[in-house]
């Protein structure tokens, strides 16, 4: 296990995301009542229309009209003061739902700026195309369909590899301990982000780790569930450490294959509304159930751990979690942008409200302070599944 990526937390995963395509911001204003809001007090306004004439007055640089007004409306969303609000941008929302889902069209590989020139592979998507064609971790790229790129930022490469126009895309390639540049042809596939890893441990016990709740999270899940089924897997270890939520349908899909028949998790928006998920009962886990979780395990990962945990029927293991209990919702924009709002507070099972306060392990273990900063840590030296795994009699 990576310890940069089992520490990272990122922490604005997006919860139960759901998109709604606004008529038009015009449309959208006239149906606002009068003398709201913030745009609606003249003084405001003034006060923009001021600092735009100080810009024109006294900027050096020349202004850019479309950069600006995407400043007011980031500006906007910014003065809630709600780290999970925002503004985005058409192709900021573009790649996010990409994230989100988990699959876009492309080569399955990550890539870095390499310092000395070009980009550098760091990782190759398993089973994805690159990896299939032979890109290795570590190789530089140079130029695209014989296009110099050394000089491009990451994400202009990115571009010119997804919007080539063609099935497929020849990178140059300069890898170590190889005089010359080979050229590599790769097709350009939809490509699905990993995000369940499994194994089989000692003692027919399965590992899933869950990296993240993507809209493709549900069937890979599915498919590790199945193969350690295959295996004569008698015991499970879900890891949700470092896991910082995702799509509410992804974990409530799992959570059917797993819980008893009743509520998995309920929402209440502003106005008293609930809504609520529920498992039908007709694929409950069968066997014992270890999950585990970090101070970085947030939002969707907590619905997990809370509804495991409220019904009783598997031990929750490590260190409290995030406390991410709200909600967010994207509504799509006319004009491509799109804006991300809290919008409700979700409820465990047994009716708690975990925001800020996160949910305590059954079993709290701290990882070993020594194996905080090493770049792998192995299952036996890994006392946090140790722990799990003597929770379930190993």
Not at 23 to 29: M, S, T
Not at 63 to 68: G, M
Not at 229 to 253: A, H, I, Y
Request: charged share 25%; glycine share 10%.
């Amino acid at each position: 296990m990576k310890n940069s990526e089992y520490w990272k937390g990122v922490l604005t995963g997006i919860l139960g995301t759901a998109v709604v395509v606004a008529g038009g911001w015009l449309g959208y204003v006239r149906a606002i009542p009068e003398n709201t809001g913030v745009l609606s007090d003249r003084a405001h306004v003034q006060k923009l229309e001021y600092m735009e004439s100080l810009i024109d007055e006294y900027y050096l640089e020349e202004k850019d009209e479309e950069k600006l007004a995407e400043g007011v409306y980031t500006g906007l969303i910014y003065g809630l003061g709600d780290p999970y609000s925002r503004y985005y941008t058409a192709e900021e929302y573009e790649e996010e739902n990409s994230s989100t889902e988990g699959a876009y069209v492309g080569i399955g590989i990550l890539m870095q700026k390499n310092p000395e020139g070009g980009v550098v592979i760091v990782q190759c998507y398993e089973g994805g195309p690159g990896e299939a064609a032979g890109l290795l971790v570590g190789d530089i790229i140079s130029a695209v369909d014989g296009e110099d790129i050394t000089e491009l930022p990451v994400s202009d490469v990115a571009d010119k590899v997804k919007n080539s126009g063609n099935d497929s895309v020849t990178l140059t390639i300069h890898r170590e301990d190889e005089l010359e540049p080979v050229e590599i042809t790769v097709p350009i596939t939809d490509v699905e982000l990993p995000s369940v890893f499994h194994e089989m441990l000692d003692n027919h016990v399965g590992y899933i780790r869950i990296s993240e709740f993507k809209g493709v999270t549900y069937d890979q899940y599915m498919t590790a569930f199945t193969d350690l089924c295959g295996q004569g897997m008698e015991k499970l270890v879900v890891d949700l450490r470092s896991n910082p939520g995702g799509l509410l349908t992804s974990v409530c899909d799992i959570l059917n294959e797993i819980l008893p028949e009743g509520l998995i998790v309920y929402t209440e928006d502003k106005y008293g509304n609930r809504e609520e998920e529920r498992s039908s009962g007709e694929n409950t886990l069968e066997m014992p159930l270890a999950v585990l979780v970090n101070e970085s395990s947030a939002s969707a990962s907590e619905i997990f751990a809370g509804a495991v945990q409220d019904y009783g029927i598997g031990t929750i293991v490590g260190t409290t979690t995030y406390g991410k209990g709200v909600v967010q919702s994207i509504r799509k924009l006319s004009d491509g942008s799109a804006v991300k709002l809290t919008v409700s507070n979700y409820y465990t099972p047994n009716g708690n409200n975990i925001n800020k306060v996160g949910i305590t392990p059954d079993v709290e273990e701290k990882l070993d302070t020594d194996l905080l900063n090493k770049e792998e840590i192995s299952h036996e030296e890994d006392n946090q599944l140790q722990a799990a795994l003597k929770a379930l009699g190993e």
